[in-house]
């Protein structure tokens, strides 16, 4: 199920991205869509972000005891959005941390329905705290609402500390090739800007990416009116719920410049733009 990394990394283990930040996910090349949570550890405290199905749970939690961190010291759950790709395990967390001043972080646009996950965690609208989450060391992460991308509390959070944007399902991908960190050669930047692989491949992070968006984003107008929103955040690398994280800044660029003039994004790509409802039909039906 593991897929070796090209470039030696190994991720039967968690891997620390940046000074103290796990990516605690694993590549499940069956299904084609895995999951990228991430452990931020801040002294004796510890957060977890979008921490994963139920079916991924021992996985995740065997990569979470690697880095050293008990169960207890995970004082919040982080949740971007509120799917059961996400949240699905938020049961099996409330059983082994055991802490009644644990906390589950979202927009309250979520919570409404990631209570539903929840037994018996305090859940805590990021509105209550300002847009962002302070440890006791005083290190701050911040919010930022990317509505309807997808979902309509859909936010990414900005870690200044270590420059990294945790975007959920934003940058993310689909395919059976996987590495953790994306690498785009000269001739997948042309791809980008085609929205499509021009070579031909099989497995190729270009059409992974773009099918990912069009399949999961609700509308051009949603996703280039987040994408413009973050790009006012210094962030040095992007770490998405799946797919890769990108730390390279051109392709970055050529990411953000494929996505912001893609087509056909969710229903963008069933009806056309100049489609009205016809009150005629309506009138007709309920004569
Ligand atoms: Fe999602
Ligand atoms: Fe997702």
Avoid at 68 to 87: E, K, S, T, W
Avoid at 92 to 105: G, H, P, T
Avoid at 217 to 225: C, D, F, V, W
Avoid at 241 to 262: P, Y
Wanted: aromatic share 10%; glycine share 6%; proline share 5%.
């Amino acid at each position: 199920m593991l897929k070796p990394q090209k470039d030696d990394i190994d991720l039967e283990t968690s891997v620390e991205i940046a000074d103290g930040i796990y990516w605690i996910g694993f590549f499940d090349e069956q299904s084609g869509l895995h999951c990228n949570p991430y452990l931020i550890i801040d002294n004796d405290e510890a957060m977890v972000i979008d921490g994963g199905s139920r079916p991924d749970f021992a996985t995740v939690m065997m990569k979470i005891l690697q880095t050293g961190i008990a169960p207890n010291q995970i004082v919040a759950l982080l949740y971007q959005h509120y799917d059961p790709d996400l949240c699905g395990s938020i049961p099996n967390f409330e059983d082994i941390i055991q802490r009644k001043d644990l906390k589950i972080i979202s927009d309250s646009a979520n919570l409404m329905f990631i209570r539903h996950y929840s037994v018996a965690t305090r859940l805590l609208p990021i509105s209550k705290i300002n847009n962002q989450y302070t440890f006791s060391s005083g290190r701050t992460l911040q919010f930022i609402k990317t509505p309807y991308c997808h979902s309509g509390g859909s936010i990414v959070t900005f870690d200044p500390k270590s420059g990294i944007l945790f975007t959920s399902d934003l940058f993310g991908g689909l395919g059976r090739e996987w590495e953790l960190h994306l690498k785009l050669g000269p001739e997948c930047r042309e791809c980008m800007d085609s929205k499509q692989c021009l070579q031909k491949k099989d497995n190729c992070p270009v059409n992974d990416i773009i099918n990912f968006h069009k399949t999961v984003m609700p509308s051009r107008k949603a996703l280039r009116y987040s994408l413009e929103k973050i790009l006012d955040i210094p962030f040095t690398m992007i770490a998405p719920q799946h797919g890769s994280i990108i730390s390279d800044k051109e392709i970055m660029h050529a990411v953000f410049q494929g996505l912001a003039t893609l087509e056909e994004v969710g229903i963008d790509g069933i009806v056309n733009d100049d489609y009205a409802f016809n009150s005629g039909h309506l009138r007709e039906r309920f004569k």
